[in-house]
């Protein structure tokens, strides 16, 4: 009998040890990144006081004092957000237009959606121009747009 529990507690032991590990140790964050930029000089500024938030979202910076980039989550349900930029009290509008697509990362992960940037408008009272850099967002941590003030 003892024989018995032995076994059955080495074999319980065994099987265990082979079963899949479900935690995921991918980056599952689709994030535009925007880093800002003086117009004249084109080299990376630091902006006194930011407020970010997306229309229908909460703030996504809120007064954030000394920052040079910010990143942004898209809407994965619309090929459009629109986000709007407090700099020092001017408002400037961020309209991002982008193409989705389902991504599937593994299976204790999941599906992601990644995005491919169109075009991207501003109202231009504080912002002077901006550039695309990279149009496809996906996990990775790369910059997105030059924002120039």
């Known amino acids: 009998m003892r024989a018995f529990f032995v076994t059955l507690l080495f074999s319980l032991f065994v099987f265990s040890s082979c079963t899949q590990d479900e935690t995921c140790r991918e980056k599952t964050a689709v994030l535009l990144r925007a880093e800002f930029y003086g117009f004249n000089s084109a080299n ?4 006194d006081s930011i407020t970010v938030f997306g229309l ?10 000394n920052i040079n980039k910010i990143a942004l989550p898209l809407n994965n349900s619309e090929e459009q957000s629109i986000f709007v930029m407090n700099l020092n009290g001017t408002h400037d509008t961020l309209r ?14 999941g599906m992601i959606i990644t995005h491919k940037i169109d075009t991207v408008i501003t109202t231009n009272h504080v912002i002077k121009n901006l550039k695309i850099v990279n149009r496809d967002i996906n996990t990775a ?5 030059q924002i120039f003030f």
């Open 44 to 47: 990376k500024i630091n902006i």
């Open 141 to 145: 941590d790369v910059q997105h747009l």
């Open 56 to 65: 229908q979202q909460d703030s996504l910076y809120k007064n954030v004092k």
């Open 96 to 109: 991002v237009s982008y193409t989705n697509a389902d991504y599937f990362i593994s299976y204790s992960c």
